[in-house]
């Protein structure tokens, strides 16, 4: 597929055909992508957890999910054949600044424009997307609430030092149904590009 057709196709699935698993093959050329991701520092501050058989999905989305919680989001989301939580990893940032090329020997976060560990990390889950749509799969990226990250890195065995910045369905689509989100309307390049300057009075007076 062309580059720019994958771009334009894009959209987040929520809804997958149950009966028809991600070819192996696949689920690795995805992985494969993400890691291709950039990083700061070539940090690759990341990790990735690739959830394929029934019971450990079932698990994911009864510690993710609570108790009350259901309808048709949760319905479609749990036909996905292939479930894979994307982390970031903050300490190998750190890490990787204290060394001499780097030298911020002092791990002060404050250093940092904004934390890159997870703006990498969305960057890796990205190409997933990306790569979904090439290989003719659909995938959604969704996050994990907080009161539910304790329960999910307790049934996974998650240690505290790796943040699940988001979780990516991944399978066959089914037909669809569009999010309410989208009733927003894309917005145009000529209401969020400013060129040569931002706007006609300088922020400083
Ligand atoms: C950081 C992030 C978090 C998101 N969280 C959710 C979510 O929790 N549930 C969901 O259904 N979609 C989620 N989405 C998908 C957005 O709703 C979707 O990207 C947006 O409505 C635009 O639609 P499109 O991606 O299909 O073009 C998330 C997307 C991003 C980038």
């Known amino acids: 597929m062309e580059f720019a057709e994958v771009v334009r196709r894009r959209k987040m ?3 997958y055909d149950p009966d028809r698993p991600v070819p192996p093959a696949v689920l690795e050329r995805l992985l494969a ?4 991701a950039p990083s700061a520092g070539f940090s690759q501050g990341w990790g990735f957890l690739a959830l394929t ?6 698990r994911f989305w009864a510690a993710t999910s609570g108790p009350g919680t ?17 982390h970031s990893h903050r300490d190998a940032y750190l890490d990787r600044y204290a060394e001499p090329d780097k030298g911020w020997t ?9 934390p890159y560990w997870h703006i990498d990390t969305g960057m ?3 190409l997933i997307l990306l790569t979904a749509v090439d290989e003719g799969l659909g995938a959604c990226f969704f996050g994990i609430p907080p009161e539910r990250t304790p329960p999910y890195r307790r049934a996974f065995g998650v240690p505290e030092e790796f943040c ?3 979780a990516i369905t991944i399978g066959y689509p089914a037909a669809d ?3 309410p989100s989208l009733r927003r309307g894309r917005r145009e390049v000529a209401q969020v590009v400013h060129r040569g300057r931002w706007s006609a009075v300088a922020p400083d007076g």
């Open 13 to 15: 699935v929520r809804t």
């Open 33 to 36: 992508h993400a890691i291709r």
């Open 53 to 58: 058989e029934p019971a450990d999905r079932d």
């Open 70 to 86: 259901g309808g048709r989001w949760l319905a479609g989301m749990r036909a996905a054949p292939v479930v894979v939580v994307t």
């Open 106 to 114: 002092d791990r002060d976060e404050s250093r940092w424009p904004v």
């Open 124 to 126: 890796a889950a990205l």
């Open 164 to 166: 699940p910045v988001g």
């Open 177 to 179: 149904w569009r999010s």
